[in-house]
């Protein structure tokens, strides 16, 4: 089975899903969209109003800003994949519940494991949770990690600085280099693939570790 069809296989199973109370709800279910061979993966919080009308992520306000900035730093929308770590609209909007976030894990480890992408983007703190415990974006917001072979850039939700204005620079800022992390991680991988082959124990450590050598 292509990546293609197996990205569409989970994107049915979570249409029907009926793992946690979001379902009673919703309109759609937001699976996500973007290619199957991305090289970038955003992964956002939890479908808004228009996302829940329309079935797709990141077609609201904040998907309009996430979008332009993927323009200016370079990228088609149509060329990444964006996603939520919970796939139906919280109601109200309030926050993923910790029962919600679990339900919904599988969906998105399945995603991943899919599509390996090269670099994975968290917008907010609860998609940010998953690769950093305990740590607060505000102090670590544009700061990658090495996790799992891939690269993990933690990012403001677009939606915080259209809610806070004075973050906006801050945010555009972090989109901005999204390139640089790019070429570094291709380097990376370029210099890995003339090494002897390294066990995984050797190549993770055990924990991520921050990315300090790309400077």
């Known amino acids: 089975m292509s990546s293609e069809d197996l990205l569409r296989e989970i994107g049915e199973e979570i249409?029907?899903?009926?793992?946690?109370?979001?379902?009673?709800?919703?309109?759609?279910?937001?699976?996500?969209?973007?290619?199957?061979?991305?090289?970038?993966?955003?992964?956002?919080?939890?479908?808004?109003?228009?996302?829940?009308?329309?079935?797709?992520?990141?077609?609201?306000?904040?998907?309009?800003?996430?979008?332009?900035?993927?323009?200016?730093?370079?990228?088609?929308?149509?060329s990444v994949f964006i996603t939520n770590v919970v796939k139906c609209r919280p109601p109200s909007n309030r926050d993923p519940l910790p029962e919600e976030l679990i339900a919904c894990a599988e969906y998105l480890e399945r995603q991943i494991e899919v599509i390996t992408p090269i670099i994975i983007v968290t917008l907010g703190r609860f998609s940010m949770a998953r690769y950093y415990e305990n740590a607060r974006i505000s102090t670590i917001h544009g700061k990658p990690k090495w996790a799992a072979g891939r690269l993990i850039i933690p990012m403001f939700h677009p939606a915080a600085a259209l809610h806070q204005p004075a973050l906006r620079k801050t945010v555009e800022e972090d989109f901005s280099l999204l390139p640089h992390w790019i070429e570094k991680v291709k380097e990376k991988k370029k210099k890995e693939a003339l090494l002897p082959v390294q066990s995984s124990q050797e190549e993770d450590g055990g924990q991520p570790e921050q990315l300090s050598l790309f400077g």
Do not use: T, W
């Open 15 to 78: 249409s029907l899903c009926e793992r946690c109370g979001l379902c009673k709800n919703r309109k759609n279910a937001v699976p996500g969209a973007g290619p199957a061979n991305a090289e970038i993966l955003f992964i956002g919080e939890g479908p808004g109003h228009h996302e829940n009308e329309q079935g797709l992520p990141f077609v609201g306000n904040a998907g309009k800003f996430l979008s332009s900035m993927l323009q200016a730093a370079g990228y088609d929308r149509d």
